[in-house]
């Protein structure tokens, strides 16, 4: 009976060994599907993210498919291989690619009494394969054929690849969760440094999350997390990796994380957008060029930005602090009286535009913006658009304008909700606009110490329009100096119909403006439209002494292994488009402006004691505030105000460029000074004015008109005027003049 049962035992077993030599036959020889031959196993490459990094090489973005950071094996920390072969394959150096006994297991206790918990049995080399080429359903041979197949492919990456070179590939491909591959991208997201920078208790919550990515993750299950490394800590221990001592006292610390999720909080998303769109453009020219095919999302480049680290995050800084505290403040003001009639009507009449009319007050669960964080409350399509509408947009911009090189970028108040880019927003330029009609008149050959009217103006062919000055005063004469200094409507008005309006033109569109320039006395007062982008590299030409400059972002493009496809060699201004004798002139006044005119709170209640020239500008009821600062080494440019105009503060006090937009850069300047590496290299004084007119604006800001004077002026001087008339004049009076030697426009005469 024990022969015949061992006969047929025997007989069984022969018939299992060779149904499951068939069945390996049948899969290596593709049946189910291709086996990745060897040159394919040596050809194999992991498409990789491409990595944005600052001036000073800090990570601030990537580009991919699939994130993964390729490293190499002399970039893994010890003991991060020591818990990875304690925990996931204990006899990895002693097996060539399969481990019998696991393999075995499986195929017995799996398949065979259909055990589900009976370990995977995969080594280290097995998962290798599984991670390059992935997994492919066969309906219940599925584990089968997949365990097979694994097999021979990693019998086959033994052949090729050293122990070393088979973990490095794995630790590159293994998933973490959260679209994260790769350990280096998985370090950088749960602990935000490179793997070389991990502890060892660090190290053991990457390797435990191996085994469910989804439920040992530490941002989600912070508690599964800390469980499963302390398990991979006690493997390492049992193992001989760690000390009993060292074990416990790593097992007694808590988990911390430092999570940088880059692709939705990132500190540079608008800038990022930018980049992208010039290194496709700069791609798509070496990819005519090389045989090699280049592509952001999947060759790991490595791209070089000019963005500064320090003042990105000081920018960042100042937008949470001063924007939260402002919008406050415009939310209390709609929350009662005539400025919550006008957004209630306004609301309806968007809806209406929008064509949402039925379900608008039913309420759900959406998440809401706020500088505080977001937060999930349950309100109406109504209320989510009064709240949108009442948010407080706002762009930053820094360039050096020397070489156009970009230092800050922020575009907005929150990438993944306001993707608009504010830098490129069209809005009214208000005051920020003067020092362009003051720059054309220097230009012309007027100087600081000629007078300019302040007296009531009314202007008969524009519906008797009477411009006003901010503060409502009218008489006597201000200095050009004072009036661009001070922001004086009046006198502004009046340079403007003195200058020919060609000259004006040439100088707005030399300059880079995009939107055309009308002939009305309101575009004296800033009613012309540009972004923020054009105007801060107008002032770059102030700055540089009347060069055209154009923005630059990228430094420069290399593979990971350092190869050079791009370095930018156009950092440099070239173009002359204003002279130099203006410039300087326009910068003394400007420096004015900041220390006595309408900028001079950014020394007084800030302590900012760096040299600067600046203006601010303030459009038509407060609808968008301006600030502009620089000095030869910076430009600093940003714009405050909310979607639409119809939205803004009711007072000066809050809704003023001086209120609402220069405490932005303040703020920057403020830790910009303290910073000795910044101070030295970008906030260098202003040369000093040619001594020839190195007196220039030693005259009284302001004069008043004698009584005499007084009397004649008002018996024969008719106050009213034609726009058109004076226009005329100006450009008539332009045609005539012969361009004036150095010494006339110096000491010309100096009151008209």
Not at 113 to 134: D, E, F, H, V
Request: aromatic share 10%.
């Amino acid at each position: 009976m024990i022969k015949k049962i061992t006969k047929i035992f025997v007989k069984l077993l022969l018939v299992a060994i060779l149904i499951f030599g068939l069945f390996f036959a049948a899969v290596s020889f593709g049946v189910f599907g291709h086996v990745f031959t060897v040159k394919e196993l040596k050809d194999f490459k992991n498409d990789t993210a491409s990595l944005v990094v600052s001036d000073d090489g800090t990570l601030i973005g990537k580009y991919f498919v699939k994130n993964r950071t390729n490293i190499a094996f002399d970039q893994i920390p010890k003991h991060l291989i020591n818990a990875l072969i304690a925990t996931e394959d204990t006899r990895y150096f002693d097996h060539k690619g399969v481990d019998s006994r696991s393999l075995f297991r499986v195929l017995f206790k799996t398949i065979l009494l259909q055990q589900k918990r009976s370990g995977g049995g995969s080594t280290i080399t097995q998962q290798l394969a599984k991670n390059m080429y992935g997994r492919k359903i066969y309906g219940p041979l599925t584990m089968p054929v997949t365990k097979i197949k694994e097999a021979i492919l990693a019998s086959r990456i033994e052949n090729i690849y050293s122990k070393e070179e088979i973990l490095t590939l794995y630790l590159n491909t293994v998933p973490f969760g959260e679209n994260v591959l790769g350990i280096e991208s998985a370090s950088r997201r749960y602990f935000n440094k490179n793997i070389g920078a991990l502890k060892i208790e660090e190290s053991a919550v990457l390797i435990g999350m191996l085994k469910a990515n989804t439920y040992y993750n530490p941002r989600l299950y912070p508690e599964h997390a800390l469980n499963r490394r302390n398990v991979v800590l006690d493997q390492m221990k049992k193992y001989d990796y760690l000390t009993n001592e060292i074990t416990d006292s790593i097992q007694a610390l808590p988990l911390v994380l430092d999570y940088a999720n880059l692709e939705s909080e990132g500190i540079a998303n608008y800038f990022l957008v930018q980049v992208k769109k010039e290194v496709n453009a700069i791609l798509k020219t070496i990819n005519k060029e090389n045989d090699t095919v280049y592509d952001i999302r999947k060759s790991g480049l490595i791209i070089g930005t000019t963005l500064n680290i320090d003042l990105q995050n000081y920018a960042l800084s100042a937008f949470k602090s001063h924007l939260g505290k402002m919008q406050n403040r415009l939310n209390k003001q709609y929350r009662s009286g005539s400025s919550k009639v006008a957004l209630n009507k306004l609301v309806a009449a968007q809806l209406k535009k929008l064509k949402l009319t039925k379900s608008v007050d039913s309420k759900k669960n959406r998440e809401v913006f706020s500088w505080k964080g977001f937060y999930t409350d349950s309100i109406s399509v109504r209320d989510s658009l009064k709240h949108a509408l009442t948010l407080l947009q706002a762009g930053l911009l820094a360039a050096d304008p020397n070489t156009g090189a970009i230092k800050i970028w922020v575009g907005g108040i929150d990438f993944r909700t306001q993707p608009y880019d504010q830098i490129f927003a069209q809005r009214q330029t208000a005051s920020a606009f003067k020092p362009i009609i003051y720059l054309t008149a220097f230009e012309e050959g007027a100087m600081p110490c000629q007078y300019l009217d302040n007296a009531p103006l009314v202007l008969t062919d524009f519906e008797n329009w009477q411009p006003q000055n901010y503060n409502h005063t009218t008489g006597g004469k201000y200095s050009i100096a004072a009036s661009l200094a001070k922001s004086m409507n009046i006198p502004t008005v009046n340079l403007f119909m003195q200058i020919p309006f060609s000259s004006l033109e040439n100088t707005w569109y030399n300059l880079g403006f995009s939107q055309r320039l009308l002939k009305k006395p309101a575009t004296a007062l800033g009613t012309s439209t540009a972004s923020l982008y054009e105007m801060a590299f107008a002032y770059a030409s102030f700055a540089n002494g009347g060069y055209k400059v154009e923005p630059q972002i990228i430094t420069y493009i290399k593979t990971s292994e350092g190869k050079i496809l791009f370095e930018n060699k156009n950092l440099s201004t070239s173009v002359k488009i204003l002279e130099k004798l203006s410039t300087d002139i326009l910068n003394a006044i400007l420096q004015k402006a900041i220390v006595e005119g309408t900028g001079r709170s950014i020394q007084n209640a800030y302590g900012i004691n760096l040299p600067l020239a600046g203006k601010t500008g303030t459009s038509q009821d407060y609808a968008d505030a301006w600030f502009i600062a620089y000095n030869p080494n910076l430009v600093l440019a940003t714009r405050v105000g909310a979607t639409l105009p119809a939205i803004h503060f009711n007072n000066g006090a809050n809704g003023s460029g001086s209120s609402l937009a220069l405490p932005l850069v303040a703020k920057i300047l403020q830790k910009a000074q303290k910073n000795k590496k910044l101070k030295n290299k970008y906030f260098v004084n202003f040369e000093k004015l040619p001594i020839e007119i190195e007196n220039a604006l030693n005259c009284d800001d302001y004069v008043d008109i004698s009584d005499i004077e007084k009397m004649f002026e008002s018996i024969f001087k008719n106050k009213n005027t034609t726009f058109e008339k004076a226009s005329k004049k100006a450009e008539r009076k332009s045609k005539r003049k012969k361009k004036k030697s150095l010494f006339k426009r110096i000491f010309g005469k100096k009151d008209e």
